[in-house]
């Protein structure tokens, strides 16, 4: 087998020699013509049940050949069988719940995780109960009718790990599913170390321009036929356009890694030795739970870190204000750096107990650190916790 650079170029791009094409071709078309109604009938059942491919794609909610060709090269990449791409991350996890809907009722899931997964789980809107655990009660929590297990590792925001190996053999028989958002392919494969399920914000690193909205799941094929079933009938389908920029983002998300991940080290480094920070959280400074996987289930530390300022919210907002070259954004994983301000928005549907348990504090900044020039990001960051430092005590307080 091919190394994983190799991959990522090569991946999903079957055939285009022989089409005498260099890039992969984008089909826009939302239906497709039907000259043998009994071929195009026999498609349509197909693809209904949750068939991979039909003779017929009939229309494009049900199937896309531009999409078909990411969702190959995303398998090869998660070595799974199958790979089935949503129009967002959410819409992925969505389509898992209600798949997993046939099998119990009941799902245990593994704090803290991205703000708005807690908001769906914790809702019930997806007509399951959603237990929210430590990951060594699981065990002890498994139920009849319990259908999934969900973890995120590295965990949205505090960048805690989660061991997989250690969950998987937890649930026992009931499959787990990792969002492996932060960690990309690049650092970590969990169906090797036993996970059923991979779910991918694509929106972030995969993707790694802030162009494309997508989510995408990893597995294999019994599992991919039902959501296959859901995306048919929600109407989830990721787009063309966006499946042919997700691929096209690929070849370089191994380069982007590696590069935003030295320059996250750098940066973890001098925040923890800077006086208006607290706390640093991130792998490579060995200050998150479980940082020890470093090396063994995560090939590295990642480019994510949260900090927590000494002067709470305000300080928060200040840094935040006062940034020039970093972005104050939400999402994560692109090109440039973005920081943003948990508490209020990430997370903001997650309840204030809740927050607290999970070390979400008004003080809290997440950091996604991109490709520029390390020097010129601390540049910004510094001058930025430098106006922190103008916030009047009573404010700070």
């Not at 497709?32 to 009938?41: F, I, K, M, R, S």
């Not at 999934?148 to 053999?169: S, Y």
């Not at 939400?330 to 973005?338: E, F, K, P, Q």
């Not at 650190?369 to 916790?385: C, R, Y």
Request: hydrophobic fraction near 50%; charge should be negative.
């Amino acid at each position: 087998m091919t190394r994983l650079e190799t991959r990522l170029v090569h991946a999903g791009r079957d055939g285009l020699r022989e089409a005498c094409v260099h890039a992969p071709p984008i089909d826009l078309s939302t239906t497709y013509p039907v000259a043998d109604l009994e071929a195009g009938t026999a498609s349509f059942d197909a693809l209904v049940a949750g068939e991979a491919s039909a003779a017929n794609p009939i229309y494009a909610r049900l199937h896309n050949p531009t999409v078909a060709r990411t969702e190959s090269a995303l398998a090869r990449l998660e070595g799974s069988e199958a790979c089935v791409a949503f129009g967002s991350g959410m819409a992925a996890l969505t389509a898992v719940l209600m798949a997993r809907r046939a099998h119990g009722g009941h799902v245990l899931v593994v704090r803290p995780l991205y703000g708005t997964s807690d908001h769906l789980l914790a809702s019930g809107l997806c007509g399951l109960e959603a237990e929210f655990v430590t990951a060594d009660r699981i065990a002890a929590s498994i139920r009849p009718d319990t259908a999934l297990v969900i973890v995120e590792t590295p965990a949205n925001p505090t960048v805690d790990l989660v061991d997989i190996r250690a969950v998987v053999a937890a649930a026992g028989s009931v499959p787990v599913l990792v969002d492996s958002t932060f960690a990309t392919p690049v650092l970590q494969n969990p169906l090797a170390l036993g996970a059923r399920y991979v779910l991918h914000s694509a929106t972030k690193f995969l993707g790694g321009h802030g162009d494309v909205i997508a989510g995408v799941v990893c597995c294999e094929d019994a599992l991919a036929q039902p959501l296959r079933t859901v995306r048919a009938a929600t109407g989830g389908l990721l787009h063309p356009l966006a499946a042919y920029l997700l691929h096209r983002g690929l070849p370089t998300l191994s380069l982007r890694v590696e590069r935003a991940q030295a320059n996250a080290q750098t940066l973890a480094e001098r925040l923890a030795a800077h006086p208006r920070v607290a706390r640093v959280f991130h792998p490579g400074l060995g200050t998150v739970r479980n940082a020890h996987l470093v090396g063994s289930q995560m090939a590295g530390p990642g480019s994510l870190m949260a900090f927590e300022l000494a002067g709470g919210h305000d300080a928060a907002a200040a840094v935040m204000r006062a940034v020039r070259l970093m972005t104050p954004a939400v999402s994560l994983g692109s090109v440039d750096t973005l920081i943003q301000h948990p508490s209020g928005l990430t997370h903001r549907v997650v309840g204030a107990a809740d927050k607290a348990a999970n070390g979400i504090t008004d003080g809290l900044l997440r950091l996604s650190v991109g490709i520029e020039h390390v020097d010129d990001l601390w540049s910004d960051l510094a001058q930025a916790l430098d106006a922190a430092a103008t916030v009047p005590a009573a404010q700070a307080a």
